[in-house]
């Protein structure tokens, strides 16, 4: 998540929750995962539909090239 995998995150959070529904620290950093990539959408739309469709890495690396 601090490496801004937002989508991979918030995947791997709720499949957390998913075998654990009360895992107390999957569902605060779900949450959080959730506001940092509605706050994205809100300042950025096209780079945080890149980032959903694409994963982080795919979409750096076609930026940088």
Do not use: C, M
Not at 23 to 32: E, G, K, P, S, V
Not at 39 to 64: C, F, I, K, T, Y
């Amino acid at each position: 998540f601090q490496l801004g995998d937002l989508a991979g995150a918030i995947t791997a959070y709720e499949q957390v929750l998913t075998k654990e529904p009360d895992h107390a620290d999957a569902q605060h950093n779900l949450a959080l995962a959730r506001a940092a990539l509605a706050r994205l959408l809100l300042q950025d739309r096209p780079v945080a539909l890149q980032l959903l469709l694409h994963g982080d890495s795919e979409w750096r690396n076609g930026q940088a090239g």
